[in-house]
T-cell receptor, first 113, second 114 residues
Framework: NAGVTQTPKFRILKIGQSMTLQCAQD?????MYWYRQDPGMGLKLIYY???????DKGEVPNGYNVSRSTTEDFPLRLELAAPSQTSVYFCASSYEGIADEQYFGPGTRLTVT | GDSVTQMEGPVTLSEEAFLTINCTYTATGYPSLFWYVQYPGEGLQLLLK?????DKGSNKGFEATYRKETTSFHLEKGSVQVSDSAVYFC?????????????FGKGTLLTVNP
């Protein structure tokens, strides 16, 4: 059981470039989430999904897109990267909703210069 | 809206010292409450939870009691170890209207020295 996996671990982007952060889970969880973590600011929810084919915006969705074509995978797409998107990104999953334990991946550290 | 206020860090203790990290919340109704821990270079993991008033969550020697009267969920440990050095987050779920999210406190960095 790998749990929640994320790739890449680190990435440096130039302003205006695009990239996709990959996230996969092997626990057959229905719910998946993308967070960003900025220093001293806790975690902010970017997007979430309650099942394959269903996604919705969180607190800070601007500049990002997601898709959920399978239960296992929940990629996060950054279009036209900006310095404000420099952050650590965490993917998480849970079997039931937000009152259930969330399992986090190891994170992707992204720098936009 | 719902919110979590967590004790600012950093907190530095010697091994075997007593730990308290304060957490208070504002919420509609009586949601579950969580403490998550983030060890250096890792993602968050659930440390403990409580689902209703007066519940006590406990794990790895840590405890927290859900206090409805004081809207608090303070984290305590009687004797910390170097391996407890991490960032601790208090969290509560919001599910009203379009607010479907886990609201986190800003985190408290704990360093335990030998």
């Amino acid at each position: 059981n790998a749990g929640v996996t994320q790739t890449p671990k680190f990435r440096i982007l130039k302003i205006g470039q695009s990239m996709t952060l990959q996230c996969a889970q092997d626990m057959n969880h229905n719910y998946m989430y993308w967070y960003r973590q900025d220093p001293g600011m806790g975690l902010k929810l970017i997007y979430y999904s309650v099942g394959a084919g269903i996604t919705d915006k969180g607190e800070v969705p601007n500049g990002y897109n997601v898709s959920r074509s399978t239960t296992e995978d929940f990629p996060l797409r950054l279009e036209l990267a900006a310095p404000s998107q420099t952050s650590v990104y965490f993917c998480a999953s849970s079997y039931e909703g937000i009152a259930d334990e969330q399992y986090f991946g190891p994170g992707t550290r992204l720098t936009v210069t | 809206g719902d919110s979590v206020t967590q004790m600012e860090g950093p907190v530095t203790l010697s091994e075997e010292a007593f730990l308290t990290i304060n957490c208070t919340y504002t919420a509609t109704g009586y949601p579950s409450l969580f403490w998550y821990v983030q060890y250096p270079g890792e993602g968050l993991q659930l440390l403990l939870k409580a689902t209703k008033a007066d519940d006590k969550g406990s794990n790895k020697g840590f405890e927290a009691t859900y206090r409805k009267e004081t809207t608090s969920f303070h984290l305590e440990k009687g004797s910390v170890q170097v391996s407890d050095s991490a960032v601790y987050f208090c969290a509560l779920p919001n599910s009203g209207g379009s607010n479907y999210k886990l609201t986190f406190g800003k985190g408290t960095l704990l360093t335990v020295n030998p």
